[in-house]
Every structure is written in C-alpha cells, then in structure tokens.
C-alpha cells in the first residue's frame, strides 16, 4: 500500500500550526502562538518537524491549507506556503475551510454546531454548521459578527440544543452558562486540531477530491 503523507497548515490567526498525517495516522499535530510572525516561523517549524520524524519532505503526497475566514496577512502567509511546496514538489492542494474542521470533532455529539474565530478589533468569524447523515457537515451560516451580533444570532436560533466551540468569547460563555440549550467546552476542548484538519485531507485525498493551485483563494470575511 502507497503511503499516502500528508502536510497540514493552518495560518488563519495569531496560531500557527502544521500536521503531518502518513495513511491516515497522525504523526504529528503542532501549534503555537506566533503573534505576527508567521512568515519567519512557519518554515523553521515544518523543517524541525520533518527532521524529528526523521521524513524527507520530498515524500509529501499532497499539502493541505485552511481556505479561512482569517486574518488577511496570515492566510496569505498559509496560502503562499502552501502553494509553493506543491509547485515545488508537484503535488495537489486541498484547501480546507478553517471553521470546518473546527466543527468537524463534533459532528457526532451534537446536530448544530456554532464554531468562532477571532478577527481582530472586536470582530469574530462565525459559522453554524448542521451534522448531517452520514457524519458530514452542511453550513448553514458564516459571518463576520460582533460580540453582542453573535449573541443575538444565538437567541434567534430555533433550535433546542447548539453545541459552542472555538474561540468562544468568556463574556459570552458567562452569560450563556446557566443555559440549558447550550453545550460549552473548554478552551481545551474547543480548539482546533491540526490532526483533524489532516485527517479531513487524507480522506479528502484519497477520494481525489483536490482543488487547483492556480484558482484556490482564501476566504476575508473582514480583511484585518
């Protein structure tokens, strides 16, 4: 069986982040707040991280990117990277929305998934997602929203339980704990995941579902 590597980036914030996924087996799921230094740390990390695991980046069968929402300068910084170790290496992109594989985890767990992320300048990136038959997930919404525009979309949905994950503001999670109807995680538990973000592209992948390098775009709600 061809072993199938899959390299994971994620540059849609101040977190900076890489996965590395070899036939579906997670070998390596990193992140760390790099401020507005993705540019000088993203290739430093991914080098350290192939020599750890002692791979050859050569062996890359296809690179895996968030599409966004994001932070302007930083999905560039993704994008860019990404594009150019597929020109480089000849291989396929798969580009990934980044509120998507944020949900993904808890496609099981719940039918209606809010998931966020922080735009800068008192904005989010928001999106509801319904879990659908089958363990997909079909969006519903994504928006550029404030904090009290989140938490009037929140009281507005007709649903009986909404699952809450990402980067889900503490003044909102303080007003919403006594509530039945939403299901609060942790920071822990909330954030996303490199892993799944390969996971989703090796399976991606192995479907033939890729995208084209020369007309995958990154996706502003804001340009911050």
């Not at 791979?55 to 690179?63: E, F, P, R």
């Not at 509530?179 to 090796?202: F, H, K, Q």
Request: charged share 20%; aromatic share 8%; hydrophobic share 40%.
């Amino acid at each position: 069986m061809a072993k199938d590597l899959i390299l994971a980036l994620d540059t849609s914030d101040r977190r900076c982040g890489l996965a590395i996924n070899r036939n579906g087996e997670n070998l390596l799921d990193l992140s760390w707040d790099s401020g507005r230094s993705h540019t000088v740390q993203l290739m430093p990390w991914l080098d350290y991280a192939f020599k750890q695991l002692r791979l050859s980046k050569d062996s890359i069968s296809a690179v895996a990117v968030t599409t966004g929402p994001g932070s302007f300068t930083a999905m560039r910084v993704g994008m860019a990277t990404a594009k150019g170790i597929c020109k480089a290496l000849g291989v396929p992109i798969i580009g990934v929305p980044t509120l998507l594989y944020a949900a993904w985890p808890y496609r099981y767990f719940c039918k209606h998934i809010v998931t966020c992320l922080v735009l800068g300048r008192g904005r989010l990136a928001a999106a509801l997602y319904a879990s659908e038959d089958g363990g997909n997930l079909s969006l519903q919404w994504c928006r550029s929203l404030s904090l009290q525009e989140l938490a009037n979309e929140l009281d507005s949905l007709p649903y009986d339980r909404v699952l809450l994950c990402g980067d889900i503001p503490v003044e909102l999670k303080e007003s919403l704990k006594d509530s039945t109807r939403y299901l609060l995680l942790s920071p822990a538990e909330s954030s996303r995941r490199l892993a799944v973000l390969a996971e989703i592209a090796w399976q991606r992948f192995r479907l033939g579902s890729v995208d084209n390098p020369a007309t995958l775009q990154a996706e502003y709600l804001d340009r911050k």
